[in-house]
């Protein structure tokens, strides 16, 4: 049994699926399982990830857990329920070792707490999803202008079917024990090059409106707790992390290469109305 937590989210819902099509043995632990849209064969469990001690039936008898970061004792609860291997989704930033980052810290202290756990572990630092580019669609039912954040960040963006396919590779042999991935998408694209290509997805001309750093400042502020605003700025505008780096991950795991955002953006053609 490999149990998924976050089981309904972006990478969690691809992995779900994933692991159900390869005949593997699925519990995806959900908030409410009545209300979990979930493959069939999928098991759906009650559990919430910020009360571990909530857990323990999700991981009853489980082999292995995908499990997000963030969220302390979750690792410790599935290892007291026996569970011997665990993939951790963390980010790029956690090796960083800046504590002063917000979203670093609460990364590498996930990445600790399994590497510490005496189970058997592999980490996920992925590139930025290209499921990122939603946060347009605001924008687009309004019109064909779309204002960017850091416009100037390219970044090598994965679909999150791709990851979850790397995950799946992952859980379902221990041949990857102690290793630290890197999955990535197979190119380095701006927030303009991506917009471009949504463009010609969705038949519209679209125009991309560089932001300033202080009017993205602003903007996040309104949503975004400042911790994390300022941890943005210390990524893409200090330049803490180069997510534009291309690596062969996704092909080395699975077989075959990653998706390019053109065809993301043709996949979820409906998303953007």
Same mark, same amino acid.
């Given at each position: !049994? ?44 009650? &559990? ?14 489980? #082999? ?5 970061? &963030? ?23 956690? &090796? ?38 939603? #946060? ?35 859980? #379902? ?85 990653? #998706? ?8 979820? !053609?409906?998303?953007?109305?």
């Amino acid at each position: !049994m490999i149990v998924v937590t976050g089981a309904t989210g972006n990478v969690g819902a691809e992995l779900v699926g994933a692991l159900v099509a390869a005949g593997e043995p699925v519990r995806a632990v959900v908030r409410d399982p009545r209300m979990a849209n979930l493959p069939e064969g999928a098991q759906p469990v009650a &559990g919430d990830l910020t009360d571990p001690g909530s857990l323990a039936e999700a991981f009853a008898g489980a #082999r292995a857990a995908f499990v997000l970061p &963030g969220y302390p004792g979750v690792v410790a609860a599935a290892q007291d329920s026996g569970v011997r291997q665990i993939v951790l989704l963390s980010g790029s930033s956690a &090796g960083t070792g800046n504590d002063h980052n917000a979203i670093t810290r609460y990364m590498a202290a996930s990445e600790a707490e399994v590497t510490g756990s005496g189970s058997s572990w592999t980490i996920l630092r992925p590139s930025a999803f290209m499921s990122n580019a939603l #946060r347009w669609v605001p924008q687009l039912r309004e019109g064909d202008t779309v204002r960017a954040q850091f416009p100037t960040v390219a970044t090598a963006s994965i679909d999150p079917a791709d990851l979850a396919a790397v995950a799946a590779a992952v859980l #379902r042999t221990d041949a990857h024990h102690g290793e630290i991935l890197w999955p990535t998408g197979p190119q380095a694209l701006r927030p303009a090059d991506q917009i471009e290509i949504l463009g010609r997805v969705l038949g519209r001309d679209l125009r991309c409106v560089p932001m300033s750093n202080d009017e993205t400042r602003t903007e996040l502020l309104a949503t975004t707790p400042p911790e994390y605003v300022e941890a943005f700025f210390d990524f893409y505008v200090a330049g803490a992390i180069d997510e534009s780096i291309v690596r062969s991950t996704v092909q080395d795991l699975t077989g075959a290469a990653p #998706r390019t955002f053109d065809r993301w953006a043709r996949d979820h !053609m409906s998303a953007f109305g």
